[in-house]
């Protein structure tokens, strides 16, 4: 929003903070320790990956065969590597099912077996045990040191615990160790560029204290919310992620315009006030568009956007109070000592705006054709891997190789068929009992039909067991009327009440656009009597996606109308707010098109220390869009407000591009690079999905802020001239020339 000296709400909320600054000090301090001790307990209290596709047909299923069949709610796999031994060898076998029995004895082990699915040649040194638990994920988590401290290690194997559980309490202790690592890296490199950009070690501190009270109050409160509902555990790392870019950057703009007004204003309290009714009410107004983006992810149901919704809108919004608070008072106590403790030569800082970025403005105006064909064409291209992206569902992906979790998930994938261990699973629901000679007919009919489905390699169900083809209906019912057979089959969990499960290995692999293609065309199959459920991993991973996907029509016309409609009444032109959401789409596109190349393709993957899976994780357009969107549209008002200001006086609009962008530029870029820091050092901690956020969030707004701002801006401004303030009468410019002496 236009910044303005007219003494208004802002001012008189500043100079209300210097007067009770000792008073809002305090109480901020107060509060601060008071949250810290919740703080640190937060990532523990996050026990969901926040990917279950609530009422979804998948997740329908797979409580039916929960409730109706008694299928493990949870399960864990323990994966033993042998050295240069047989695995298969049953004295082998033996020593790991003797090396089990205290994992046996705990209450909540409901069955301990070799996993029986088919094993791929040149792995006689790998085995596999399931572990089904009479616990829900949340009971799990909790009780995995336990289950983990059951589990010993044979003389001459190595054993590594994987499965639900065991992955999301890596993903915790990732998590931490990610915030603290992050930390480390990003905030030292900040603080030297606020060194730069003050030349005061007190003014450089300040706005440090500003992220990090922001994050600590935000993760504080959300553990209060965890208490009542369930948060995904990549929360933590978001609200530390926003939190300490966009909190450092406001205070950047808050101490900037504060010592400016120093240097002006009569006393120490007239400066607070005008830093906050000029600076205050930017931040303000930049916090809401920061939001609106945010916001755009509750479109998405999947408690993962909703998690990182929520963490993200309460951080932002911190961020702004505390600086329109806490900050305030703090420069009130500070007064000229903002200035004290100067660590570079004042020859070396211009007090004056540097007259490069008007150079640059004009430099940038002379051309304005062949930068936009060149600049637009290099990031249109940057675009195009976009076109080829794969989305996938990581599991124990989201971890490095390093963690146990994932390790043994990655030696399971090799030494056994995955198709047989993640098949699609049909739940046939009949109205008479499963037993009935009439529901059995159904469903071996229901058998019969998905033999025929092209992509079926093998299939099994309570009628396959008995040996379909050489048994008439009524002759499968008498043998069905035996309790031993019947017992057998809830054993295997393929029939019980009024629930059969029909389950369908797939022949391709359980990721390829193969087995989604056949998991819809099962999903099409009706049997007269029969009420089908068609859920498992690959369904599962296909109504993840479908839900994200069939979203992000209504997230893109969310965020991009509502922007444009409030910097429509910002700027009052119909073009600006149309440049400016085209701007973003541009850097937005080039930035997730280089995130293609490194995740998908593995451009660059080593020196970054990423494990390429030939795959995007489908929420990262969604997230990408939604925080980047606002956050440049930030940048975006902040320059273009100062060309306004510019053109209302002048009506001259070269002059005011480069007035605009000399007054502007060196903030900006400062406040751009603290934020790619402080972003980008999620590349460097464990977590693939934040890895791909830092570097996917970096770029867009490294690429918005030193060649969108600095190089199309100004071009489009110059190629469009007076055109850009075109508007109807009731919003048009009215430019107020001022006469010459």
């Known amino acids: 929003m236009r910044e303005t000296t007219e003494k208004g709400l802002f001012w008189q909320w500043g100079y209300a903070m210097f007067r009770f600054r000792w008073l809002v ?39 039916i065969m929960r409730d109706e069949l008694g299928m493990s709610q949870t399960q864990l796999s323990i994966v033993y590597e042998g050295k240069a031994l047989n695995l298969t060898d049953k004295a082998n076998q033996q020593a790991i099912m003797d090396s089990l029995q205290d994992l046996k004895k705990l209450p909540y082990v409901a069955s301990v077996a070799f996993v029986a699915a088919p094993r791929s040649e040149g792995y006689a040194d790998t085995q596999a045990v399931a572990v089904s638990l009479k616990l829900d994920t949340d009971q799990a988590l909790d009780k995995y040191p336990e289950l983990k401290a059951a589990v010993h290690k044979p003389a001459g194997m190595n054993v590594y615990v994987t499965g639900g559980p065991a992955i999301l309490y890596d993903m915790q202790q990732a998590s931490k160790h990610d915030i603290a690592k992050s930390e480390s890296i990003g905030l030292p490199i900040a603080l030297v560029v606020l060194l730069v950009v003050f030349g005061t070690l007190v003014a450089a501190f300040v706005p440090m204290i500003v992220g990090l009270m922001s994050v600590t109050f935000t993760l504080g409160i959300t553990y209060f919310i965890a208490q009542h509902h369930s948060l995904s555990n990549f929360l933590p790392n ?19 315009r504060f010592r400016e007004e120093l240097g002006v204003q009569k006393s120490v309290a007239e400066a607070v006030a005008m830093t906050c009714q000029t600076a205050g009410k930017s931040i303000f107004f930049s916090g809401i568009a920061v939001l609106i983006g945010l916001f755009g992810m509750l479109f998405v149901n999947l408690t993962f956007f909703r998690s990182l919704c929520l963490g993200g809108v309460i951080v932002v919004s911190i961020s702004v109070i505390v600086a329109n608070t806490m900050l305030l008072a703090v420069l009130g106590l500070l007064g000229h000592r903002i200035n004290a403790l100067q660590v570079l030569p004042k020859r070396l800082r211009k007090k004056e705006s540097s007259i490069f970025w008007e150079r640059v403005a004009y430099a940038v105006m002379r051309r304005p054709i062949v930068l936009i064909v060149v600049v637009g064409g290099l990031l249109i291209y940057s675009m195009v891997p976009v076109s080829h992206m794969k989305l996938s569902v990581p599991n124990a992906e989201v971890l490095p190789p390093s963690y146990e979790s994932r390790y043994g998930a990655e030696l399971m994938k090799e030494a056994y068929d995955a198709r047989a261990m993640n098949p699609i699973q049909i739940v046939a629901i009949s109205k008479e009992d499963v037993w009935q000679a009439s529901s059995i007919a159904q469903i071996r009919a229901l058998t019969d039909q998905v033999k025929g489905v092209q992509g079926v390699k093998d299939m099994q169900s309570m009628v396959t067991v008995l040996g379909p083809g050489s048994h008439t209906d009524a002759e499968l019912a008498q043998m069905l009327a035996g309790a031993d057979v019947r017992a057998s089959l809830e054993a295997k969990q393929l029939a019980k009440g009024h629930t059969a499960l029909v389950v369908v290995t797939p022949a391709s692999q359980p990721d390829d656009e193969a087995t989604d293609a056949l998991v819809r065309e099962l999903r099409k199959l009706e049997q007269p009597g029969l009420d089908l459920v068609v859920t498992g991993g690959a369904a599962y991973r296909i109504d993840i996606i ?45 930035s997730l098109g280089i995130v293609v190349l490194v995740f998908q393709h593995g451009y660059m993957a080593d020196m970054l220390h990423i494990t390429s899976i030939g795959s995007v994780s489908a929420t990262l357009p969604v997230i990408i869009f939604c925080v980047v969107f606002g956050i440049s549209m930030d940048y975006e008002v902040f320059l273009i407000s100062r060309i306004m200001e510019e053109y209302e006086e002048s009506g001259d609009n070269d002059r005011s591009t480069a007035q605009g962008l000399k007054k502007t530029g060196s903030l900006i870029t400062s406040a751009a690079f603290i934020l790619v820091v402080v972003v980008g050092s999620f590349i460097f901690t464990d977590i693939e999905i934040m890895k791909a956020l830092g570097l996917g969030l970096g770029l867009a707004v490294l690429i918005d802020a030193s060649i969108v701002r600095v190089m199309l801006v100004p071009a489009l401004m110059k190629l469009l001239g007076d055109a850009n303030w075109w508007a109807p009468k009731w919003l048009r410019v009215k430019p107020q020339i001022k006469d010459t002496p």
Not at 238 to 244: A, E, F, K, P, R
Not at 549 to 576: D, H, K
Request: a neutral charge; hydrophobic letters at 55%.
């Open 238 to 256: 978001m609200v530390t992620m926003l939190g300490l870019a966009v909190g450092i950057d406001y205070a950047l703009f808050l101490v900037s």
């Open 25 to 63: 000090v305090v109480i901020s301090v107060l509060l601060l320790i008071g949250f810290a001790g919740f703080a640190q307990k937060t990532p523990s209290m996050l026990k969901d990956n926040g990917f279950t596709p609530k009422g979804s047909e998948s997740d329908r299923g797979l409580a």
């Open 546 to 590: 479908d839900r994200i996907q069939n979203e992000i029509p209504a997230v893109l016309l969310f965020v991009m109308g509502i922007t444009y409609f409030v910097l429509l009444l910002a700027f009052r032109s119909l073009v600006l707010p149309l440049k400016a959401v085209l701007m973003n789409m541009l850097s937005l596109g080039a």
